[in-house]
């Protein structure tokens, strides 16, 4: 079974609920900064900004900047600064950001972290914004502007460099992912890497194979336990050399709330029934569930379509509640549901159809994601685990298994004979199964070529 877990937080971004949670958009951006740092030295890089300043800049009455390591994966931040601001709202400002730095163990460094690298293409970004801003840039000239590289001075190793990537946030019984992707070997490449997560367990994965399918340098791992924790990951490099980098992880309680879909197999041509069912005592006043089911594996596959709204069965938790439901974009279905008042329980949410094609081959396999909002009569959001499982094409039905079990045996014979005597009714599908010579009557005729079949014999 395939999993896929989301995590919804009730925490916002934005503290001023009286203002927009914005970012100032600077309009033109220029670094300056010692291009070679000596061991042990404390260097400044200056940041000389102008922009124009929106609401939340007004409210907070100062912007926020930090220096990052430009990376093809994730930014390394390296310093933080502020500067006071004062105008209105889309004024133009000019601002002045100084950013220390140092060189520790051969890597450029600041007080948020390292760059994991004997260089570091620096670049700024304003929060609450994750884009980053280069060196020379000018909106109005209409210059995109680059990193500004800076190196230590000292004479480095040939490497690897372990970059373990950005902190961790998990819950209790759910994974996180680490991602070493940023790490890198110079004139040679990354061969091994190996984690201790810090709670006793450990990881590891290279060329010769990966425990997660694939030698990718990410690495999952579920934290049973709630609590702060810190990983330790070593690269090894095709020359032999090896480095290794810390990375804190902080995993909160485990949710309130347990959502899932489980897996199904389904003939072609057939009805894929999907449950989205509540595991765990949820209390809902409003209800976002978002189901996607659009791509197969492998790719390529003619792909499932949302069969109609009014197949869509509700369960007892939401009776009542007034309903929406959006099926029209193709590989997507959104219910949302609101009630007058929260209503706590577990148990079925819903039940989506979705109609399996009849070209699908048997063992393709139709992932299903799934998004879940829940809020309570206050409005509060509560923390969701979800689990999402699959669709698979079955092979279609022998001749013969009327129990569907997949083999025709004894047992298929003695269902077929009490549907011949009128002591038993057969569903459709298990009725067609058992009328082996297809004249639309299951009769002793059929029975017998049951018992046939069941020993390898041709009907």
Known sequence: MGFRYTYLFAAGFCLLVASACGAFTPTKVRLVSPKAIPDGVTVSVVAEVTGRLDASDVSLGQIHAELVDRDPFWDDPLSAASVSVVGAAGSAVSLRFEFKLWSEYG????????????????????RPSTKAWGDAFDAEAGVPGAPLVVSTAQQVGPGPFADPGPPLLGIAGGPVVLDARDST??????????????????YSESLVGAPDGSFDLQAPHIYQKPGEYTARIIVVSSKGGFDYAFLPVRVQAGPEARISVPSVEVRPGKAAVLDVIADTDVNVAALNITLTFDHSLPPGAPLMRFISTSEVKIGSLLQGALLAINGDEPGRVVISAVMATARRGSGLLARIPLAVPTQAAPGIVYPIGLEVSIADDTGRKQPVLVEAGRVVVREA?????????????????????????????????????????????VSVADVVAILRLSVGLSA
Do not use: C, M
């Open 185 to 202: 070997a110079p004139n040679a490449s990354i061969t091994g890497l190996l984690v201790d997560w810090g709670d006793g367990l450990f």
């Open 107 to 126: 890597r450029i460094a600041g007080q948020l972290g390292s760059s994991y690298q004997p260089s570091a293409e620096l670049a700024v970004r304003f």
């Open 397 to 441: 039905r022998r001749r013969g298994d009327v129990n569907d079990d997949g083999v025709v045996t004894v047992e298929d014979a003695r269902l077929a004979l009490g549907a011949a005597a009128k002591k038993i009714t057969l569903s459709p599908e298990d009725f067609a199964a058992a009328d082996v010579d297809g004249n639309g009557v």
